[in-house]
């Protein structure tokens, strides 16, 4: 017989932890709700009345989370005992559906703008009670009793025989999460500078671009893909596809570079790479002759991208210029940013050297920044913020002289000093 030592056979703690470990399998149960609203108009209210109790108006069908839905309006009730005293509001489940587990909330709108509307909300009793549950097509939820009629009629929830009715539904989800058993990096898109390495060694291109002293080799389909107008003129009906030699007037070498950069790497170059560390231009010059190429070469993203930049680049010395762009290349929030800052800036401003220009290029922008002036004043800007009434009266008088009338602006009727 062999005897066999206890000790011999005993696993030790330590491995046993790290088998234990290594078989450890994990998941995650995410329950959420996916949801949805719909807004549903009454128009007639007076009419629907003394239809019935029992009788509804329905909205039409909307989808959340994959299941169709309405709402219906009972103006008489939903119960003959009712029908003298409440309206009636009701969520339904307009699809065939096997125990669908849903959150709701129905709101009667306050058409004043006040906000005091009138909601009834399952969201709030998420906690307490649990979702609701409709098993079948046309099973309800909702309130008999939504609303005391009379005081509904006299309410600022009735307006112009009109009311309205905000659904919201959140239907309830669960899906699986388990840890991925491999990860790979996804590396970021290389597009950009594949098109960008085509430029810069020329690789196939068929199109050359004389622009001042200098010349630029390109590929008429990249520029066709990213340019309306470069599609026009090469691919359009009165387009010439075998032409190779194209003319640009009115544009700075440097500029057409730096758009052309952007045009393959669709991204915005770094400016004083491209016009050299000698250029006597400053950056927001750069920018702002590099956004009248985008806006007339149809690069809208470029256009923006610019806008952009410049919205950061205002001075008192730049504000006066990059309105004048603003409103020659229909840039809206870039001109608004601008009559901001020069509102709030009013005085530096008008002693600029560039305002001169402004009165000559664009007098009816004195107007707007009359009323951007007022509005600015009527908001209650901080006092280091205010202008001086002499500095309107002054810009006042500046756009009479050029034959802008005095005007009243928010009720301010500003006129020339006597």
């Given at each position: 017989?062999?005897?066999?030592?206890?000790?011999?056979?005993?696993?030790?703690?330590?491995?046993?932890?790290?088998?234990?470990?290594?078989?450890?399998s994990?998941?995650?149960?995410?329950?959420?709700?996916?949801?949805?609203?719909?807004?549903?108009?009454?128009?007639?209210y007076?009419?629907?009345k003394?239809?019935?109790a029992?009788?509804?108006?329905?909205?039409?069908i909307?989808?959340?989370?994959?299941?169709?839905?309405?709402?219906?309006?009972?103006?008489?009730?939903?119960?003959?005992?009712?029908?003298?005293?409440?309206?009636?509001?009701?969520?339904?489940?307009a699809?065939?559906?096997?125990?669908?587990?849903?959150?709701?909330e129905?709101?009667?709108?306050?058409?004043?703008?006040?906000?005091?509307?009138?909601?009834?909300?399952?969201?709030h009793?998420a906690?307490?009670?649990?979702?609701?549950?409709?098993?079948y097509?046309?099973?309800?939820?909702?309130?008999?009793?939504?609303?005391?009629?009379?005081?509904?009629?006299?309410?600022?929830?009735?307006?112009?025989?009109?009311?309205?009715?905000e659904?919201?539904?959140?239907?309830?989800?669960?899906?699986?999460?388990r840890?991925?058993?491999?990860?790979?990096?996804?590396?970021?898109?290389?597009?950009?500078?594949?098109?960008?390495?085509?430029?810069d060694?020329?690789?196939?291109?068929?199109?050359?671009?004389?622009?001042?002293?200098?010349?630029?080799?390109?590929?008429?389909l990249?520029?066709?893909?990213?340019?309306?107008?470069?599609?026009?003129?090469?691919?359009?009906?009165?387009?010439?596809?075998?032409?190779?030699?194209?003319?640009?007037?009115?544009?700075?070498p440097s500029?057409?570079?730096?758009?052309?950069?952007?045009?393959?790497?669709?991204?915005?170059?770094?400016v004083?790479?491209?016009?050299?560390?000698?250029?006597?231009?400053?950056?927001?010059?750069?920018?702002?002759?590099?956004?009248?190429?985008?806006?007339?070469?149809?690069?809208?993203?470029?256009k923006?991208?610019?806008?952009?930049?410049?919205?950061?680049?205002?001075?008192?010395?730049?504000?006066?210029?990059?309105?004048?762009l603003?409103?020659?290349?229909?840039?809206?929030?870039?001109?608004?940013?601008?009559?901001?800052?020069?509102?709030?800036?009013?005085?530096?401003?008008?002693?600029?050297?560039?305002?001169?220009?402004?009165?000559?290029s664009?007098?009816?922008?004195?107007?707007?920044?009359?009323?951007?002036?007022?509005?600015?004043?009527?908001?209650?800007?901080?006092?280091?913020?205010?202008?001086?009434?002499?500095s309107?009266?002054?810009?006042?008088?500046?756009?009479?002289?050029?034959?802008?009338?005095?005007?009243?602006?928010?009720?301010?009727?500003?006129?020339?000093?006597?």
């Amino acid at each position: 017989m062999v005897n066999f030592d206890a000790g011999e056979v005993t696993t030790p703690s330590s491995d046993l932890k790290r088998t234990e470990s290594s078989d450890l399998s994990s998941s995650k149960s995410v329950i959420e709700t996916v949801n949805g609203s719909h807004r549903f108009e009454i128009k007639g209210y007076s009419l629907a009345k003394g239809m019935g109790a029992g009788k509804y108006v329905s909205s039409d069908i909307f989808t959340v989370g994959g299941y169709d839905w309405a709402i219906y309006f009972y103006p008489d009730g939903k119960n003959p005992e009712d029908s003298s005293t409440y309206v009636s509001v009701f969520i339904a489940l307009a699809s065939e559906g096997t125990d669908v587990r849903a959150l709701f909330e129905l709101t009667l709108v306050d058409q004043t703008g006040n906000k005091k509307h009138k909601i009834h909300s399952h969201f709030h009793r998420a906690l307490e009670g649990g979702p609701y549950t409709l098993k079948y097509k046309g099973s309800m939820w909702g309130y008999k009793r939504f609303f005391r009629r009379a005081a509904l009629e006299q309410s600022e929830f009735l307006k112009e025989d009109c009311l309205l009715l905000e659904c919201t539904v959140g239907v309830v989800r669960s899906r699986m999460e388990r840890p991925k058993q491999y990860s790979i990096n996804m590396p970021p898109s290389d597009m950009g500078s594949s098109f960008k390495d085509l430029l810069d060694n020329e690789i196939g291109c068929d199109i050359v671009f004389k622009v001042g002293d200098e010349k630029f080799n390109a590929h008429k389909l990249v520029l066709a893909a990213r340019s309306p107008v470069f599609r026009a003129q090469f691919f359009g009906l009165v387009g010439n596809p075998k032409m190779d030699t194209v003319e640009v007037e009115d544009v700075e070498p440097s500029i057409f570079k730096a758009m052309l950069m952007y045009v393959y790497s669709d991204c915005l170059p770094d400016v004083f790479d491209i016009m050299g560390s000698n250029s006597s231009c400053s950056f927001a010059i750069m920018v702002q002759h590099l956004l009248a190429a985008a806006d007339r070469f149809g690069l809208d993203r470029l256009k923006m991208l610019c806008e952009y930049k410049l919205s950061d680049e205002i001075t008192v010395e730049t504000v006066t210029t990059t309105l004048s762009l603003a409103e020659q290349h229909r840039c809206v929030q870039l001109k608004r940013a601008c009559l901001k800052f020069a509102a709030a800036n009013l005085n530096a401003v008008m002693h600029s050297e560039g305002f001169r220009y402004l009165e000559e290029s664009c007098p009816s922008l004195l107007s707007e920044l009359l009323q951007t002036v007022a509005s600015v004043d009527d908001t209650g800007l901080p006092l280091s913020k205010k202008r001086s009434i002499s500095s309107v009266f002054a810009l006042d008088l500046a756009a009479t002289d050029r034959g802008i009338p005095a005007e009243s602006v928010n009720g301010r009727r500003f006129r020339r000093r006597l």
